[in-house]
């Protein structure tokens, strides 16, 4: 049996397409025929349009006999029409009912009118006998002339609707308003690119005073000339032109051999990565720093990146994730530059300048942290 809920929830969306489907065209087969046999209906509606007529010309001649006679063949035929008519519309309204569909406005307007002309019918067969109750008669007998009249415009109506409007008056059509069509693999594009370049920054930060510490460069550097925060920049400006050529090169297979959309202007893109790879680097120096061996660096890299492709927004939206798991991802500098990423790339502009200027100012605290950790340890070679 299937346990991958991804499996399972496809499963059972496909399955309520499918029979949703099946029910449509059983609804539409049902309204089609209620359609072709409303044309068989015209016949009964004249004759009762016919009948009608004839007992409204009885009651102007006074004719007693002849009006009781009108009066039961009037009864007869509308009787008939609205066992026909309503025998299409009831089968119809089922079928709507049935199959989960709501919307039966164009049939509820016949099934007024259909007991419109059924009680004025039962009201013309009264016996008729004072000049108080024939002007009455004739009063209804014109309302259910004008109701036959409007049942007829609303069966010609009926026929020429197309069939599918009737079960199914509305439908969704999307549009997009992005510039550009865009593919799945463009969307995590950036999501890849943002992730990558801050595991690669990180693990060579994380292993450079780590591999010092352990072949006694620190010690050289702590009887040198050269302070803490002169020895933290160098390797920060080192780290950043490697990691400016790495981004280089990705940035050129993803866009120029993947295809991936680049819509937005390329310095504000480098000044994104450069942030990037700035606050990385500040997080592989503390890493570095508090690690005492390099396979104890390259765990706690590997625990970041771990922990960035699940929390970071890269494949699991932040709006699924609950109040502390955000504090987390919101500390990754992996979550700032995946959004970033995607304004630039996709949709061509920045939306949101304030995570630009939050990611810069973590990369600040990880600076001031890296400087204070540096400083203890060349104090302590």
């Given at each position: 049996?299937?346990?991958?809920?991804?499996?399972?929830?496809?499963?059972?969306?496909?399955?309520?397409?499918?029979?949703?489907e099946?029910?449509?065209?059983?609804?539409?087969?049902?309204?089609?025929?209620?359609?072709?046999?409303?044309?068989?209906?015209?016949?009964?509606l004249?004759?009762?349009?016919?009948?009608?007529?004839?007992?409204?010309?009885?009651?102007?001649?006074?004719?007693?006999?002849?009006?009781?006679?009108?009066?039961?063949?009037?009864?007869r035929?509308?009787?008939?029409?609205?066992?026909?008519?309503?025998?299409s519309?009831?089968?119809?309204?089922?079928?709507?009912?049935?199959?989960?569909?709501?919307?039966?406005?164009?049939?509820?307007?016949?099934?007024?009118?259909?007991n419109?002309?059924?009680?004025?019918?039962?009201?013309t067969?009264?016996?008729?006998?004072?000049t108080?109750?024939?002007?009455?008669?004739?009063?209804?007998?014109?309302?259910?002339?004008?109701d036959?009249?409007?049942?007829?415009?609303?069966?010609?109506?009926?026929?020429?609707?197309?069939?599918?409007?009737?079960?199914?008056?509305?439908?969704s059509?999307?549009?997009?308003?992005?510039?550009?069509?865009?593919?799945?693999?463009?969307?995590?594009?950036?999501?890849?690119?943002?992730?990558?370049?801050?595991h690669?920054?990180?693990?060579?930060?994380?292993?450079?005073?780590?591999?010092?510490?352990?072949?006694?460069?620190?010690?050289?550097?702590?009887?040198?000339?050269?302070?803490?925060?002169?020895?933290?920049?160098?390797?920060?400006?080192?780290?950043?032109?490697l990691?400016?050529?790495?981004?280089?090169?990705l940035?050129?297979?993803?866009?120029?051999?993947?295809?991936?959309?680049?819509?937005?202007?390329?310095?504000?893109?480098?000044?994104?990565?450069?942030?990037?790879?700035?606050?990385?680097?500040?997080?592989?120096?503390?890493?570095?720093?508090?690690?005492?061996?390099?396979?104890?660096?390259?765990?706690?890299?590997?625990?970041?990146?771990?922990?960035?492709?699940?929390?970071?927004?890269?494949?699991?939206?932040?709006?699924?994730l609950?109040?502390?798991?955000?504090?987390?991802?919101?500390?990754?500098?992996?979550?700032?530059?995946?959004?970033?990423?995607?304004?630039?790339?996709?949709r061509?502009?920045?939306?949101?300048?304030?995570?630009?200027?939050?990611l810069?100012?973590?990369?600040?605290?990880?600076?001031?942290?890296?400087w204070?950790?540096?400083?203890?340890?060349?104090?302590q070679?």
């Open positions: 049996y299937e346990i991958d809920p991804m499996q399972k929830d496809y499963i059972s969306v496909f399955g309520e397409v499918y029979i949703n099946i029910n449509r065209r059983v609804l539409l087969q049902a309204t089609q025929q209620g359609q072709q046999e409303s044309t068989a209906v015209q016949k009964s004249e004759t009762t349009k016919q009948t009608a007529a004839s007992l409204n010309q009885a009651l102007e001649l006074q004719d007693q006999q002849r009006v009781q006679q009108e009066q039961q063949v009037l009864e035929d509308t009787d008939v029409l609205v066992q026909t008519v309503g025998a519309v009831g089968l119809i309204n089922g079928l709507n009912q049935a199959m989960g569909y709501e919307d039966d406005s164009e049939t509820a307007a016949i099934e007024d009118l259909l419109d002309i059924d009680q004025n019918s039962q009201s067969s009264s016996e008729i006998d004072e108080q109750n024939v002007a009455a008669e004739k009063q209804r007998l014109t309302q259910l002339e004008s036959l009249d409007e049942l007829d415009n609303l069966l010609q109506e009926f026929q020429t609707i197309d069939p599918d409007i009737l079960i199914r008056p509305f439908r059509e999307p549009k997009s308003i992005a510039s550009m069509e865009l593919r799945p693999s463009d969307f995590f594009a950036p999501a890849v690119i943002a992730l990558l370049m801050q690669l920054v990180v693990t060579f930060a994380a292993l450079s005073v780590v591999t010092e510490r352990r072949s006694g460069t620190m010690e050289l550097f702590r009887i040198s000339p050269i302070s803490p925060i002169e020895t933290l920049i160098s390797k920060y400006l080192s780290y950043m032109i990691g400016s050529l790495l981004t280089a090169i940035t050129i297979v993803v866009v120029f051999g993947l295809g991936v959309p680049m819509l937005g202007p390329w310095g504000l893109y480098a000044l994104i990565m450069a942030a990037l790879i700035f606050t990385s680097l500040g997080m592989g120096f503390v890493i570095s720093l508090i690690a005492q061996t390099d396979s104890q660096a390259v765990q706690y890299s590997m625990i970041l990146l771990l922990t960035s492709v699940f929390f970071s927004g890269a494949f699991i939206g932040l709006h699924l609950q109040g502390p798991v955000k504090v987390v991802s919101w500390a990754i500098p992996a979550t700032y530059g995946i959004r970033l990423l995607q304004d630039i790339m996709l061509g502009y920045l939306a949101n300048p304030l995570l630009l200027t939050s810069t100012a973590i990369g600040v605290g990880f600076f001031v942290l890296a204070v950790l540096m400083r203890r340890a060349m104090a070679a």
